[in-house]
């Protein structure tokens, strides 16, 4: 398996090959990444293969101060945040994946289905910002320097979203479950 930077310099020479092998590596990942901001699974394939177009274009820009993953999610980023500008839309959604429960125990499954709906409910309720940090951080595993990156933010500025965005789940998950309690 080559490197991603190795595909990156392959792809700033032209080679389709080295594309194509980035994206089958990427597609997965960036694809939940923008569907997670857009919930609109067409619009979602639009947008992945306008990152690695941009990814085909931009290679040989690519100057190696951050992974290339980092670097490939800061182009879906900016590119679902102009779709939404485009569109004129401020209040972007996130959707947690429904994970397949073998269990066949209905009272489980029916309480596993109502945790999910109470994560996505708290999940929808947090800015934009919360979310791209929670979503960057927890589904796809990245560090806050890289977060910042892609936000193109200040690395103290992404702690303090995801600090903030945590109390706020808590806060949230804590008020509908207790309400389900009662």
Known sequence: MESHTALIARIA???????????????KPVYRFIQSRLNDPFESSD???DVFIEVWRSASRFEGRSKVQTWIFGIAYRKVIDRHRKAGRTDLTDETPDLVDED?????????????????????????????????????????????????TAEGTIKTRIFHAKKLLMRCLSGRLEGVAS
């Open 104 to 152: 066949n125990n209905p009272e489980a499954c029916l309480a596993a289905g109502q945790e999910a709906e109470h994560v996505r409910h708290c999940l929808g309720t947090l800015s934009d910002e919360h979310r791209s940090a929670i979503s960057l951080a927890f589904w796809q595993d990245m560090s806050y320097r890289e977060i910042a990156e892609v936000a193109k």
């Open 13 to 27: 020479q032209q080679d389709r090959s080295a594309l194509a092998a980035l994206y089958r590596e990427l597609e």
């Open 47 to 49: 947008i992945l293969h």
